[in-house]
């Protein structure tokens, strides 16, 4: 019975350490009354997760992070470019480990789907709660979230900070549409007030992520909400993911044709403040399609993607011996040309055992979960790390919300679904 009761009052204290942790990332206000500063919050989650559950920093996935970033430590002893300062180790250790570690908990000891439940509804309230918030801080200014994130602007907007949704959850949301999409369209036939609420919720984050001038999480967000709609069945196989490589590879073609796409962003624009940046950006895109030169950010982001690549092609095996060359504007390219193939071998264990473990717990969102990896990992392509939102929810708040929507497909659904 002691047994038992303190089983149960480890999971009660996981549970609301994880919910402190997950308010201090989706909440900015929050530090103000509980004034953790950012530089212990993952420690002291990380504390605690060791203290309660130490078998979690043993799983495959953390032991390939844990070797990734040893060799980084060890190209930090050698004086790289690279890596000279040691917070470009500390800063992926702990929020990478952070989110792996919710992840492994969720999967190994949530059987009653309390923890999965608990997380999603905090995150999807309290990204809700900021998004309401920005709002009108948009309104006088379209780019205010994208410069809090800027250095060069940050200090200039550091009191409306605390009351902001982050440019870092911007794009961590992005990630999350696909499923949202799928579960929209479940719930259509079934329960209107469930569709309701998962449209409107939708909305409400889409809505963030268009205003929040994050060009590429836009991208990415609307792809993989087009691609969630169109989910016809639950079965991950080869045809899946042809559709989905055709779907990329005509919306690729599209985005070359002049017909197609400058009256497309021209009617895009007519939504948007002429101050924000995205609308620059269409400037710049819609020049190039006319003329058929790169000017301004499009060009430079080009020219930063071409650096890394050569630097890799130039020593593949080992990484180039020219560190201060990297872009530092791809995350994953900026990596390879660093470390080379042999020595990014256990990041991509990482990932792969990762999404190995996710995508075996999972039936019925396994399409939307295989569809928002891939706009993961081609944000991870097109965009250097964004700090939290890279990782919290790549590694944990996607997984979660996909089992979630297995829960309520398995428990909820049906039953109302047999009820009518």
């Excluded at 400058?262 to 939504?271: A, R, V, W």
Aim: proline share 4%.
């Amino acid at each position: 019975m002691i047994a038992k009761s303190t089983y149960i009052n480890k999971h009660r204290i996981y549970g609301l350490v994880t919910i402190w942790f997950i308010l201090t990332q989706t909440l900015p206000f929050f530090n103000l009354f509980v004034p953790v500063p950012m530089l212990y919050q993952y420690p002291i989650f990380l504390f605690f997760s060791l203290i309660l559950f130490p078998e979690l920093f043993f799983k495959r996935s953390l032991i390939c992070l844990y070797v990734f970033l040893f060799f980084a430590f060890l190209l930090h002893l050698l004086g790289n470019a690279f890596y000279l300062g040691i917070g470009t180790i500390t800063k992926p250790l702990l929020f990478m480990t952070g989110a792996l570690v919710i992840a492994e908990y969720t999967f190994k000891y949530d059987k009653d789907y309390k923890y999965t439940k608990m997380v999603v509804f905090i995150v999807i309230l309290a990204n809700s709660v900021m998004t309401f918030l920005s709002y009108p801080q948009i309104v006088i200014f379209p780019n205010v979230i994208r410069y809090t994130f800027s250095m060069e602007h940050m200090d200039d907007y550091i009191d409306q900070a605390p009351w902001l949704i982050t440019y870092q959850t911007c794009h961590g949301l992005s990630l999350l549409m696909a499923p949202l999409a799928f579960m929209i369209r479940k719930s259509f036939h079934v329960s209107n007030t469930r569709f309701i609420f998962y449209l409107f919720i939708t909305i409400v984050l889409f809505s963030i992520i268009y205003l929040s001038n994050a060009t590429t999480a836009l991208i990415i967000a609307i792809m993989l909400l087009l691609m969630g709609f169109l989910i016809r069945n639950e079965k991950l196989n080869s045809k899946r993911i042809t559709t989905f490589a055709v779907a990329c590879l005509v919306l690729g073609l599209l985005s070359t044709s002049k017909s197609v796409m400058i009256p497309l962003l021209e009617g895009l624009q007519s939504t948007m403040d002429e101050r924000s940046s995205n609308y620059g950006k269409i400037e710049e895109f819609k020049h190039n399609l006319r003329t058929g030169e790169r000017e301004g950010d499009m060009g430079e982001r080009e020219q930063l993607y071409s650096t890394s690549l050569e630097l890799f092609v130039g020593s593949p095996i080992i990484g180039t011996n020219e560190p201060e060359r990297i872009s530092n504007h791809s995350w994953f390219f900026d990596r390879l040309a660093c470390h080379g193939i042999f020595f990014i071998i256990p990041l991509i264990l990482l990932f792969v055992n990762h999404v190995n473990l996710i995508s075996r717990s999972l039936v019925h969102s396994k399409v939307a979960y295989a569809y928002s990896i891939i706009g993961w990992f081609m944000l991870l392509m097109l965009k250097n790390d964004f700090d939290y939102g890279s990782w919290l929810y790549g590694f944990a708040i996607l997984p979660l919300l996909c089992r979630y929507l297995d829960y309520l497909i398995d428990y909820k659904l049906k039953k109302v679904y047999i009820r009518k």
